[in-house]
């Protein structure tokens, strides 16, 4: 939080440095209580982590949905480029299904050295992200615990929150010591640390949203935090940080207002010149206003129901995911519906046949996912969504890719930040892309909100 005391001089002048948890600035060694949240298939790039990196702030390599050979070249570039030691996360994601591969992406992380870990869409513990946290737990010279793997974990709701604030099971850990995964000394330290030390809220965003609302969810669990810290006493309390809808001054001062320990941004930093997505999605991003985004299905758990925020300016995506969704609600199979809604789909969405999609599809996970496919081939309601769920893969293939002639299908995730970000940049020569660094973003919003504190303070206590 702030505190007067962190005011310079004597004209009430806050700076962008006093923001957040001083521990929090000190455990990742930046200077802003700031974070570059994660961008799937590398969109949060390279790039864009040693440039944060290089001027002292917090970013996570966009991991999702990269193979492990390009992860590994990923975490090696960007050590190869930081000489200095900065500090650099890397975002890890569940994997239920088949969870030897999030082992493997674990394995890739300690190998490396990868210290900082942005673990987000967790609904329940995994044992490859409990391992991650336990490697890294030994005592110091003076007996005192400390974990050299710190956890964010990015959640949108307070049960979640809970887990990841509480230490690891005891059921886990001794699966873990029993598999020589952790150490003995390790297994032992376990119950003294939380398995996260830091909780990212994470309200309405761009991407996977639960929709959640920053001032009801932020005071939660910030409430749930002290009431876990008077029972576990940990000797590093967790710290409880904010995402979603963060894109002026105005929303990061008030973040730290509601008393946020850091914040994540993401939208806006997908307009930039580092984020690697290609040109004509920055183009149309850097025009959206705050009305331009909408929800579809999430691609990637589309039989659960779960909703992305995208652009929707421009496209068509939204509309014809959403209509994917209806149909697969409404219909048991591919052989239930009617042909004239196939050919249809065939024609304006797919522009291929259902046929040569379910190749694909099958060709692909007999080679990754084997035991999947076989639950698919066996379920028609399965193969329907695996069949859907193409078209969602390709949408993000396309908008990657600048696909011109596809322009209406791109599916882009982002959130409304980036509407108010633009409306504040119009007129700028930062109302263009080009002009964007994602540390010009970060300056522009951390020393935007110090200054609007700073005369928020002033008309407070000179009256209006
Ligand atoms: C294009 C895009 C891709 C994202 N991919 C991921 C991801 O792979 N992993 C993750 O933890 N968060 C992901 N996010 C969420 C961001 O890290 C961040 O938490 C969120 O965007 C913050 O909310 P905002 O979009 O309102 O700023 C993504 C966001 C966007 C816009």
Known sequence: MIEASNMHGHDGAFSADKFGNEMFKRDYRVKYAYVAGAMYKGIASVEMVVAMAKAGLMSFLGAGGLSNTVLEQAIVDIQAALTEGETFGVNLLPDYATPEKEMKRVDILLRHNVRYVEAAAYIELTPAVVRYRLQGLHRNERGEVQCSNTVMAKVSHSDVAEIFMRPAPTSMVNKLLSQGLVTAE???????????????????????????????????????KEQLQAQQQ????????????????????????????????GSINQCSVEAATSSAVKDLLQTINIKDTGYAPAGDMFETGATVQV????????????????????????????????????????????????QQTRTYMQNSR?????????????????????????TTRLALRGDEHNKVDYQVHCGPALGALNQLLQGTAQEHWQNRSVVWLCEYLMNGAARLLSKRFRQFSSGY
């Open 370 to 394: 084997p035991a999947q496919l076989k639950l698919i081939e066996t379920n028609p309601r399965k193969k329907m969504a695996a069949v859907f769920r193409w078209y969602f893969i390709q």
């Open 311 to 358: 652009l929707k300016k421009g496209v068509f995506f939204p509309s014809r995911a959403n209509k994917l969704y209806r149909l697969y609600n409404q219909y048991q199979s591919l052989d239930d519906m009617p042909e004239d809604v196939i050919r249809q789909l065939e024609r304006s969405l797919f522009k291929c046949s259902i046929d040569e999609i379910w």
């Open 234 to 265: 940990y000797g590093q309390p967790v710290r409880v940080g904010l995402a979603g809808g963060i894109g002026t001054p105005e929303a990061v001062m008030t973040a730290f207002f509601l008393g946020a320990d850091f914040i994540t941004t």
């Open 186 to 224: 390790q297994a032992e330290l376990a119950s003294q640390v939380p398995l996260a030390q830091d909780i990212c809220v994470e309200a309405d965003s761009g991407g996977h949203t639960d929709r959640g609302n920053a001032y009801v969810l932020l005071p939660a669990i910030m409430h749930l």
